[in-house]
Protein backbone atom coordinates (compact mmCIF):
# COMPACT_ATOMS: atom_id res chain seq x y z
CA UNK A 1 0.00 0.00 0.00
CA UNK A 2 1.10 3.57 -0.92
CA UNK A 3 2.37 5.34 1.68
CA UNK A 4 3.53 9.28 1.35
CA UNK A 5 5.32 11.51 4.19
CA UNK A 6 6.10 14.86 4.59
CA UNK A 7 9.06 16.53 6.16
CA UNK A 8 9.16 18.92 8.04
CA UNK A 9 5.59 18.42 9.67
CA UNK A 10 6.31 22.21 10.48
CA UNK A 11 8.07 25.04 9.29
CA UNK A 12 8.70 28.72 10.57
CA UNK A 13 10.68 30.87 8.59
CA UNK A 14 11.39 34.97 8.47
CA UNK A 15 9.78 36.48 4.76
CA UNK A 16 12.26 36.49 2.14
CA UNK A 17 13.61 33.34 2.85
CA UNK A 18 14.17 30.60 -0.04
CA UNK A 19 12.73 27.42 1.26
CA UNK A 20 12.11 23.51 0.40
CA UNK A 21 9.69 21.07 1.52
CA UNK A 22 10.04 17.43 0.94
CA UNK A 23 7.92 14.61 0.46
CA UNK A 24 8.68 10.54 -0.43
CA UNK A 25 6.36 7.45 -1.45
CA UNK A 26 6.83 4.25 -0.87
CA UNK A 27 5.88 2.71 -4.74
CA UNK A 28 7.34 4.18 -7.34
CA UNK A 29 4.34 2.85 -9.92
CA UNK A 30 2.63 6.59 -10.05
CA UNK A 31 1.20 8.52 -12.83
CA UNK A 32 2.02 11.56 -11.50
CA UNK A 33 2.30 14.25 -8.42
CA UNK A 34 0.84 17.09 -7.40
CA UNK A 35 1.31 19.73 -4.91
CA UNK A 36 -2.22 21.29 -3.12
CA UNK A 37 -2.34 24.19 -0.74
CA UNK A 38 -4.71 24.16 1.99
CA UNK A 39 -5.60 27.63 3.79
CA UNK A 40 -6.93 26.90 7.33
CA UNK A 41 -10.62 26.00 6.93
CA UNK A 42 -10.60 26.22 3.36
CA UNK A 43 -10.39 23.44 0.40
CA UNK A 44 -7.20 22.45 -1.60
CA UNK A 45 -5.79 24.41 -4.42
CA UNK A 46 -3.38 22.76 -6.46
CA UNK A 47 0.01 24.03 -7.49
CA UNK A 48 2.08 21.74 -9.33
CA UNK A 49 1.28 18.67 -11.21
CA UNK A 50 4.38 16.43 -12.62
CA UNK A 51 3.48 13.79 -14.69
CA UNK A 52 5.52 10.70 -14.35
CA UNK A 53 8.02 11.20 -16.97
CA UNK A 54 8.95 14.66 -16.15
CA UNK A 55 11.93 15.89 -13.57
CA UNK A 56 10.02 19.27 -12.44
CA UNK A 57 7.99 21.57 -12.90
CA UNK A 58 7.48 25.99 -12.64
CA UNK A 59 5.14 28.07 -11.84
CA UNK A 60 6.52 31.76 -10.71
CA UNK A 61 8.28 31.03 -6.84
CA UNK A 62 7.01 27.59 -6.69
CA UNK A 63 9.41 24.89 -8.69
CA UNK A 64 8.69 21.06 -8.01
CA UNK A 65 10.81 18.15 -8.85
CA UNK A 66 10.30 14.52 -9.30
CA UNK A 67 12.39 11.55 -8.31
CA UNK A 68 10.65 8.70 -9.27
CA UNK A 69 13.07 6.35 -8.60
CA UNK A 70 14.22 7.14 -5.58
CA UNK A 71 10.54 7.84 -4.70
CA UNK A 72 10.89 11.68 -3.27
CA UNK A 73 9.89 15.50 -4.83
CA UNK A 74 10.85 18.82 -3.08
CA UNK A 75 8.62 21.75 -3.34
CA UNK A 76 10.96 25.12 -4.02
CA UNK A 77 9.74 28.21 -2.54
CA UNK A 78 12.18 31.50 -3.51
CA UNK A 79 11.48 34.62 -1.83
CA UNK A 80 9.05 33.58 0.91
CA UNK A 81 6.00 36.13 1.93
CA UNK A 82 3.64 35.93 4.98
CA UNK A 83 0.41 35.14 2.55
CA UNK A 84 2.66 31.76 1.72
CA UNK A 85 1.83 30.56 5.08
CA UNK A 86 -0.37 27.74 4.66
CA UNK A 87 -0.45 23.64 4.72
CA UNK A 88 1.44 22.52 1.80
CA UNK A 89 0.23 18.64 0.48
CA UNK A 90 1.62 16.14 -1.75
CA UNK A 91 0.06 13.72 -3.39
CA UNK A 92 0.36 11.04 -5.40
CA UNK A 93 -1.90 9.52 -8.30
CA UNK A 94 -1.25 5.50 -8.30
CA UNK A 95 -0.68 3.33 -10.69
CA UNK A 96 -0.39 0.26 -9.64
CA UNK A 97 -1.09 -2.10 -6.27
CA UNK A 98 -3.85 -2.04 -3.92
CA UNK A 99 -4.59 2.01 -3.84
CA UNK A 100 -4.39 1.86 -8.47
CA UNK A 101 -5.93 4.61 -9.88
CA UNK A 102 -6.19 6.49 -6.43
CA UNK A 103 -4.94 10.04 -4.99
CA UNK A 104 -2.44 8.91 -1.74
CA UNK A 105 -1.89 12.15 0.07
CA UNK A 106 0.72 13.43 2.77
CA UNK A 107 0.29 14.81 6.09
CA UNK A 108 1.59 18.41 5.34
CA UNK A 109 3.69 20.62 5.81
CA UNK A 110 2.24 23.79 8.12
CA UNK A 111 4.44 26.53 6.95
CA UNK A 112 4.36 30.16 8.84
CA UNK A 113 6.43 33.18 7.20
CA UNK A 114 6.12 35.46 9.54
CA UNK A 115 7.47 39.28 8.77
CA UNK B 1 -17.32 29.66 -13.38
CA UNK B 2 -17.73 28.47 -10.15
CA UNK B 3 -15.77 25.42 -10.12
CA UNK B 4 -16.81 23.00 -7.29
CA UNK B 5 -19.46 23.90 -5.10
CA UNK B 6 -20.54 22.23 -1.92
CA UNK B 7 -24.05 22.05 0.55
CA UNK B 8 -23.67 22.30 3.19
CA UNK B 9 -21.10 23.80 4.25
CA UNK B 10 -21.73 22.81 8.12
CA UNK B 11 -23.23 20.37 9.65
CA UNK B 12 -24.45 18.61 13.22
CA UNK B 13 -26.04 15.36 13.06
CA UNK B 14 -27.24 13.02 15.43
CA UNK B 15 -25.91 9.74 15.95
CA UNK B 16 -28.50 7.38 13.62
CA UNK B 17 -29.94 10.70 11.63
CA UNK B 18 -29.26 10.11 7.37
CA UNK B 19 -28.32 12.93 5.19
CA UNK B 20 -26.78 14.17 1.63
CA UNK B 21 -23.81 15.85 0.82
CA UNK B 22 -24.31 17.84 -2.49
CA UNK B 23 -21.21 18.44 -5.22
CA UNK B 24 -21.53 19.82 -8.16
CA UNK B 25 -19.10 21.10 -10.92
CA UNK B 26 -19.26 23.51 -13.59
CA UNK B 27 -15.98 22.90 -15.76
CA UNK B 28 -17.33 19.70 -17.93
CA UNK B 29 -15.03 17.71 -15.67
CA UNK B 30 -15.52 13.58 -16.32
CA UNK B 31 -14.41 12.17 -12.72
CA UNK B 32 -15.89 13.61 -9.51
CA UNK B 33 -14.27 12.67 -6.56
CA UNK B 34 -15.30 12.21 -2.52
CA UNK B 35 -12.44 12.78 0.16
CA UNK B 36 -12.77 12.79 4.13
CA UNK B 37 -10.15 14.67 6.22
CA UNK B 38 -9.40 13.95 9.78
CA UNK B 39 -6.37 15.39 12.18
CA UNK B 40 -3.54 12.63 11.99
CA UNK B 41 -4.80 10.62 8.66
CA UNK B 42 -4.76 13.10 5.99
CA UNK B 43 -7.16 12.86 2.92
CA UNK B 44 -8.39 9.50 2.40
CA UNK B 45 -10.66 8.52 -0.49
CA UNK B 46 -14.26 7.63 0.18
CA UNK B 47 -15.53 6.97 -3.03
CA UNK B 48 -14.76 8.15 -7.08
CA UNK B 49 -16.76 8.28 -10.12
CA UNK B 50 -14.32 7.73 -13.40
CA UNK B 51 -16.96 8.99 -15.90
CA UNK B 52 -20.83 9.53 -16.03
CA UNK B 53 -22.67 6.29 -15.14
CA UNK B 54 -19.54 4.67 -12.72
CA UNK B 55 -19.01 4.76 -9.54
CA UNK B 56 -16.29 2.85 -7.74
CA UNK B 57 -15.03 2.31 -3.89
CA UNK B 58 -12.06 3.87 -2.47
CA UNK B 59 -10.07 3.59 0.64
CA UNK B 60 -12.89 4.10 3.20
CA UNK B 61 -16.13 3.11 1.55
CA UNK B 62 -17.99 1.55 4.88
CA UNK B 63 -20.66 3.95 5.75
CA UNK B 64 -21.16 6.04 2.63
CA UNK B 65 -22.84 5.78 -0.57
CA UNK B 66 -22.79 7.96 -3.36
CA UNK B 67 -24.88 8.73 -6.41
CA UNK B 68 -23.34 10.27 -9.96
CA UNK B 69 -26.73 11.89 -10.80
CA UNK B 70 -25.51 13.25 -14.18
CA UNK B 71 -21.96 14.74 -15.18
CA UNK B 72 -22.33 18.21 -12.88
CA UNK B 73 -22.97 16.22 -9.57
CA UNK B 74 -22.06 13.71 -7.65
CA UNK B 75 -23.76 13.19 -4.28
CA UNK B 76 -22.82 11.42 -0.89
CA UNK B 77 -25.58 10.10 1.36
CA UNK B 78 -24.60 8.86 5.26
CA UNK B 79 -27.38 6.21 5.84
CA UNK B 80 -27.07 6.07 9.95
CA UNK B 81 -24.88 8.61 11.06
CA UNK B 82 -22.04 7.95 13.53
CA UNK B 83 -19.68 9.39 15.68
CA UNK B 84 -16.30 8.58 13.93
CA UNK B 85 -18.14 10.02 10.55
CA UNK B 86 -17.42 13.12 11.99
CA UNK B 87 -15.06 14.81 9.53
CA UNK B 88 -14.34 17.73 6.79
CA UNK B 89 -15.67 16.11 3.81
CA UNK B 90 -13.96 17.33 0.04
CA UNK B 91 -15.32 16.85 -3.29
CA UNK B 92 -13.15 16.84 -6.21
CA UNK B 93 -13.19 16.69 -9.89
CA UNK B 94 -10.61 16.22 -12.92
CA UNK B 95 -11.10 16.61 -16.46
CA UNK B 96 -10.30 12.87 -16.98
CA UNK B 97 -8.35 9.86 -15.52
CA UNK B 98 -5.06 9.34 -15.76
CA UNK B 99 -1.42 11.44 -15.79
CA UNK B 100 -2.51 14.30 -17.01
CA UNK B 101 -5.12 15.23 -14.80
CA UNK B 102 -4.99 17.45 -11.79
CA UNK B 103 -8.13 17.30 -9.38
CA UNK B 104 -9.57 20.61 -8.25
CA UNK B 105 -11.10 20.87 -5.07
CA UNK B 106 -14.27 22.25 -3.37
CA UNK B 107 -14.31 24.31 -0.25
CA UNK B 108 -15.61 21.57 2.23
CA UNK B 109 -18.28 19.73 4.40
CA UNK B 110 -17.79 20.12 8.27
CA UNK B 111 -20.17 17.29 9.54
CA UNK B 112 -20.21 17.09 13.27
CA UNK B 113 -21.97 13.74 14.33
CA UNK B 114 -22.77 13.74 18.06
Known amino acids: KQEVTQIPAALSVPEGENLVLNCSFT??????LQWFRQDPGKGLTSLLL?????REQTSGRLNASLDKSSGRSTLYIAASQPGDSATYLC??????????????FGQGTILTVHP | NAGVTQTPKFQVLKTGQSMTLQCAQD?????MYWYRQDPGMGLRLIYY???????DKGEVPNGYNVSRLNKREFSLRLESAAPSQTSVYFC?????????????FGPGTRLTVT
Open chain 2, 92 to 104: ASSPGWGDLYEQY
Open chain 1, 27 to 32: DSAIYN
Open chain 1, 50 to 54: IQSSQ
Open chain 1, 91 to 104: AVFNAGGTSYGKLT
Open chain 2, 27 to 31: MNHNS
Open chain 2, 49 to 55: SASEGTT
